[in-house]
């Protein structure tokens, strides 16, 4: 009886997948370009509530992930700005009609940029922010929002549980510590358990946040972890990857992002621990489905290992001289060469005198333009209007 209700899953998930795979081509399929597709994708849709899906949208230079389990759903971050009516057409073409919650993990542009849009136009229970206040545009934006909608913020804690269908989660962090300036480390984590199978999700959470969630003595062991930070090596590091022990990591980048993101010193890291790494930035959207005991995935993991090359002042040295980068042409790049400060998420113009305040490890050259910028979550400085 057993064996039978098992291979009635199987065949269940393979229809799925072929469904998914078939809408995505393991590709961009947030574009929502293929109409076939989207119809399969509704026909075998899991309205039984049999599987947990994660979808790692492919949103650039950002995160947005949207978990459905039987009729229930939420959306972790929601790219940047110019990502909203994106991950609108894809929820619609999924068929969400309610988030049962929205976490925002933390205030950076390409986490919340997009929620705004996701807010305004779906309905939604629960909305989970980390409790800072920050006046950037984007952000206010996201708390207008839910203050027109009349909600109430929730912030979380570590050790809240939360149920999404047959699903449950447990907030990992932040644990209250306290960051100073660095918006990441107050990242919303989370442990998503379906079955026996566990995920670990951290937004942007680096070494001391990570550090703080293996003190806190609770088991973070999971099946997949999306790794931190887009890859960066001030996240993932060994002692975080040891105490998750992940199969496989998933990797939300943009493709020959500035940041260099994912960094080497994290590809080996995942390499070390023999984890099988998917990334957006090579793959588009990546879609796992857990049936309580497996996860199955609409594509194979990438074979690539290559790191990101940081656009810094070598890099933009460089493709002033004409050398290609990796970088890319077409892909918005300005004469104007702007400083930029990585820590506060400002860019400046080269003149502007609070450049001489940017600390040197925060400081970088770019010659994207303004709207390349913004999309990588940069506001112009108020000071020198770039
Ligand atoms: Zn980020
Ligand atoms: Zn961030």
Not at 278 to 296: F, L, P
Not at 347 to 366: A, L, M, R, W
Request: aromatic share 8%.
């Amino acid at each position: 009886m057993k064996s039978r209700i098992r291979r009635a899953r199987a065949g269940f998930l393979l229809l799925l997948l072929l469904a998914l795979s078939q809408a995505a081509g393991c590709g961009n399929f947030i574009t929502g370009k293929s109409p076939e597709g989207s119809q399969a994708v509704r026909e075998y849709r899991d309205t039984n509530g049999e599987t947990l899906e994660i979808h790692f949208m492919d949103v650039g230079q950002g995160d947005a992930t949207l978990i459905r389990q039987g009729n229930h759903a939420m959306l972790i971050d929601g790219g940047n700005n110019d990502k909203g009516t994106v991950l609108q057409s894809y929820l619609q073409y999924q068929g969400v009609e309610n988030l049962d919650y929205v976490i925002g993990t933390h205030p950076d542009a390409d986490h919340v940029g997009g929620l705004d849009v996701v807010l305004y136009k779906f309905s939604w229970d629960t909305v989970i922010l980390p409790d800072l206040q920050k006046d950037t545009k984007t952000y206010q934006e996201v708390l207008e929002v839910i203050e027109d909608k009349g909600k109430k913020i929730t912030y979380p804690e570590a050790g809240d549980v939360y149920t999404l269908g047959n699903a449950e989660f447990t907030v990992i962090s932040p644990t209250g510590e306290d960051y100073g300036d660095n918006w990441n480390n107050y990242s919303v984590g989370i442990l998503l358990q379906f079955g026996e199978n566990r995920f670990v999700f951290t937004g942007d959470a680096e070494e001391e946040a990570e550090q703080d969630m293996i003190e806190e003595n609770v088991d973070l062991s999971a099946d997949v972890l999306k790794a931190a930070h887009h890859g960066s090596d001030t996240a993932n590091t060994m002692a975080f990857l040891e105490e998750v022990g992940p199969t496989s990591v998933v990797i939300s980048c943009g493709e020959g992002n500035s940041y260099g993101h994912p960094r080497a010193g994290a590809m080996n890291n995942f390499r070390s621990i023999g984890a099988k790494v998917y990334r957006t930035d090579e793959q588009g959207t990546i879609v796992a489905v857990s049936d309580g005991t497996e996860i199955t995935w609409n594509c194979s993991p990438s074979e690539s290992w290559k790191a990101g090359e940081p656009l810094g002042a070598q890099g933009a040295e460089m493709e002033k001289a004409g050398t290609d980068y990796g970088a890319g042409k077409d892909k918005g790049e300005a004469k104007n060469e702007y400083i930029l400060n990585t820590n506060t998420k400002k860019y400046h113009h080269k003149s502007c005198g609070s450049v001489e305040q940017i600390q040197e490890e925060n400081k970088e050259y770019s010659n994207l333009t303004p709207q390349k910028l913004e999309e990588q979550g940069y506001e112009p400085c108020k000071r020198c209007n770039p």
